[in-house]
């Protein structure tokens, strides 16, 4: 029985593991190779405090090394399932059956990709899909954003302060993020909407060089140079595994102290319900969701036995 099982070791699992550990809690985090989390595709970071630049793994490296100097536990597994069984939590994975008096899920969200061809391939080579990560790197070139809604837009006009010419693509002939977002799109200078139209396809060796693009009404293809590819068509997060209040997209819903609609589960990072996806957010998270759970922790430890 450990005290506390944290699921994910992304920005925010790792995070926690370091806060648990230094207020003595028996932890263990379990790595799930299968979802790399998406900092794994910056090859450059450059906006996360105290590192001027550094790769995702890089970063990454850094944070568990601090975890394991604080004696935090790290074990590969792939879970399958939690459960909460009355002060009881079990994690249930391919190899074997796990109990904890408390759980951190912090199992991130994977960028949905388009599916076309050369989108993996230059995946981190001109292909991204966050413009506050990547979009430094497109100054004074020009660049795609495929999608029409929020993020899109959001990261279009993110883009047009950098890049010298940015063009959005959507399926749809309106877009589907806010009115004030729209506005400001349509009246910036560089930037280019493409309407009724999908990327077929990315083309580049070592880098972006050009896409195919296909318009949806009249079934014509053409082609364009271009720099950068920005993909949003929405994010997956990681969270079938446990039964929660998700909303419609199922990231999971919690309160400011990262707690859950079940007690002395917690998630944080990137598989919850916020307002922005970057490491240090998911990193805040983390802290705030092992604090939380040490105090839960201590009160089950404290509280008297039922008779």
């Not at 263990?28 to 405090?49: C, H």
């Not at 318009?215 to 293809?221: F, R």
């Amino acid at each position: 029985m450990y005290d506390l099982i944290i699921i994910g070791a992304g920005p925010a699992g790792l995070a926690a593991s370091i806060y648990a550990a230094r207020y003595g809690l028996d932890t263990l985090v379990l790595e799930q190779s299968a979802v790399p989390g998406q900092i794994s595709m910056a090859t450059v970071i450059e906006n996360y405090p105290g590192f001027i630049s550094a790769s995702g793994k890089e970063l990454m490296g850094r944070f568990k090394e601090h975890a394991l100097a604080n004696g935090v536990t790290i074990k590969k597994a792939d879970v399958i399932k939690v459960e909460s069984v009355t002060d009881k939590k079990l994690v249930l994975t391919r190899e074997e059956e796990l109990h904890a008096h408390a759980v951190i899920i912090a199992t991130g969200a994977n960028p949905r990709l388009l599916g076309v061809p050369g989108e993996r391939k230059l995946l981190g080579k001109g292909v991204s899909y966050c413009a506050t990560c990547d979009a430094p790197f497109f100054e004074d070139q020009e660049v795609l954003v495929v999608g029409g809604g929020e993020s899109a837009v959001t990261d279009a006009l993110i883009l047009s302060g950098i890049a010298s010419k940015v063009y959005v693509v959507h399926r749809r002939d309106t877009l589907r993020s806010c009115k004030v977002l729209q506005q400001r799109a349509f009246l910036k200078e560089n930037i280019e909407f493409i309407w009724d139209t999908v990327l077929e396809e990315i083309i580049g060796e070592d880098a972006v060089e050009k896409v195919i693009l296909r318009n949806l009404k009249t079934d014509e293809v053409t082609e364009k140079n271009i720099d950068g590819v920005f993909i949003y068509v929405g994010i997956n997060p990681n969270t079938s595994l446990v039964e929660l209040d998700k909303n419609e997209n199922g990231f999971i819903r919690t309160n400011a102290r990262m707690e859950t609609s079940v007690k002395g589960i917690y998630a944080a990072g990137d598989c919850r319900e916020t307002s922005l996806w970057q490491v240090v957010t998911a990193v805040a998270d983390g802290a705030v969701a092992a604090v939380s759970a040490q105090e839960y922790i201590t009160g089950l430890k404290l509280r008297p036995q039922d008779i």
